[in-house]
Every structure is written in C-alpha cells, then in structure tokens.
C-alpha cells in the first residue's frame, strides 16, 4: 500500500483533541498522520496527501455543522476513502445528515477511548459504526421520515408545517400566508391529526424531525 493508502487526517479546529488523536494513534503503531484545524486546510490537506481515513469534527469554531460539507466534498472527491465523523453532536438528526454527506461512521466526542479505537478500526476496514443507541434513534428518525411521506399533507399544510419548525406563532403563521387566524388554528389541527401528534410542542418536534 502507498502511504496515502494507509494515512489518516484529523480534521478539528481544537490543539487538545488533535494532541489526543495523534497519541492514541501512534500507541496504535499509525505513523502517517496529517492534522487540519480548519475546513479549508483540511480540503487541501486531504486533496495532497489522500490519506485513506479521515476523522472529522462537524463544527469549526462560530460556522456552524461546515464539516458536513467537508465530509460531502471528500467523499465526492474520492468514493473509496473512509470517513469518521467525531463530533459533539448526539441529535439524530445532525448524525442522519452526517451519514447521507457521506460519513462511514459517528463517534461522539464523549465516548470511551476505546469505543473511539473500536469506531475508528471498523471503519478503517471498510465497515459502518454507529453505537447501538445511535443507531436506535437514527432508525427511529428514518421511520419518522418515511411516516411522514405518507402522511398526505396538502401544499398549505406542508407551509404550515414548516414555518411551525421555523417557530413561528399561529398569528405570525396567518399573516405570513394571509390566511384567518381559525383557518390555521383547523389547518394544524388537520396537521396534528395526520401526524398523530397530541400538542402544539409535539408538533414542533415532529416538523423538526423530518424532511420538508
């Protein structure tokens, strides 16, 4: 193998996460190792180099969930490289969109040296890791999703929807789409019965949790 086979990128924008990385991977005997702290260094470090596992945080300082895109653009880069996502972030939802960019598998931050080694060797070797609760949530946030293709919501009620995801009032929902206030009140009522959900607070769950 080439050593942009067997080289590994850790891509986090933190010194004591990059420290640790580098020393569990050389106890591990890995000596190519390549270190990014931000997502354009780790696209052009991971476009030289090749390396053939990445580890990649998803948040880099203020800019929000960037290491989807780095994920999405390295793996449309190369198909065969393995990508470990190891983030902080334990929603279902963020961990889904981490998987669909193109991720191999999730580790939080959080877990055990040795859940991270475990992660960290399944998908070197080719394999999906997610932890078993992980995997639970985000099995149960797929169903949600395929639920709500069923669902057979009009083109208003899915408006509706999604401005209740975006927070907004029913008053601010009625002027927004210039409808009566008691036309959206039957409107999520319609909604709520589709859905199966039983309050307003469910609801906004509900809308968070799938795709619209």
Same mark, same amino acid.
């Given at each position: 193998?080439?050593?942009?086979?067997?080289?590994?990128?850790?891509?986090? +924008?933190?010194?004591?996460?990059?420290?640790?990385?580098?020393?569990?991977? *050389? +106890?591990?005997?890995?000596?190519?190792?390549?270190?990014?702290? &931000?997502?354009?260094?780790?696209?052009?470090?991971?476009?030289?180099?090749?390396?053939?596992?990445?580890?990649?945080?998803?948040?880099?300082?203020?800019?929000?969930?960037?290491?989807?895109?780095?994920?999405?653009?390295? @793996? =449309?880069?190369?198909?065969? =490289? @393995?990508?470990?996502?190891?983030?902080?972030? +334990?929603?279902?939802?963020?961990? /889904?969109? %981490?998987?669909?960019?193109? %991720? =191999?598998?999730?580790?939080?931050? +959080? %877990?055990?040296?040795?859940?991270?080694?475990? /992660?960290?060797?399944?998908?070197? @070797?080719?394999?999906?890791?997610?932890?078993? !609760?992980?995997?639970?949530?985000? %099995?149960? $946030?797929?169903? =949600?999703?395929?639920?709500?293709?069923?669902?057979?919501?009009?083109?208003?009620? $899915?408006?509706? $929807?999604?401005?209740?995801? !975006?927070?907004? #009032?029913?008053?601010?929902? /009625?002027?927004?789409?210039?409808?009566?206030?008691?036309?959206?009140?039957? &409107?999520? #009522?319609?909604?709520?019965?589709?859905?199966?959900?039983?309050?307003? /607070? *469910?609801?906004?769950?509900?809308?968070?949790?799938?795709?619209?």
């Amino acid at each position: 193998m080439t050593s942009g086979e067997t080289g590994i990128l850790i891509a986090d +924008d933190h010194p004591v996460i990059l420290r640790g990385f580098r020393t569990l991977m *050389e +106890d591990a005997g890995m000596t190519t190792i390549h270190e990014a702290t &931000s997502i354009v260094e780790a696209y052009r470090a991971f476009y030289r180099q090749r390396p053939g596992m990445v580890v990649a945080d998803l948040t880099f300082g203020d800019q929000g969930l960037t290491g989807l895109s780095l994920i999405r653009r390295i @793996r =449309t880069l190369e198909r065969r =490289t @393995r990508i470990l996502a190891f983030s902080m972030h +334990d929603d279902p939802t963020i961990i /889904a969109r %981490a998987l669909e960019n193109g %991720a =191999t598998g999730y580790v939080l931050k +959080d %877990a055990p040296a040795t859940e991270f080694l475990r /992660a960290f060797d399944q998908v070197r @070797r080719g394999k999906s890791y997610l932890d078993h !609760d992980i995997a639970l949530r985000v %099995a149960m $946030l797929n169903a =949600t999703t395929e639920r709500s293709s069923t669902l057979n919501l009009s083109e208003r009620e $899915l408006q509706i $929807l999604s401005l209740i995801k !975006d927070g907004n #009032s029913y008053q601010a929902i /009625a002027e927004k789409l210039s409808m009566k206030y008691k036309t959206v009140v039957n &409107s999520i #009522s319609a909604i709520r019965r589709k859905s199966g959900t039983h309050s307003f /607070a *469910e609801l906004i769950n509900f809308s968070i949790s799938i795709k619209i």
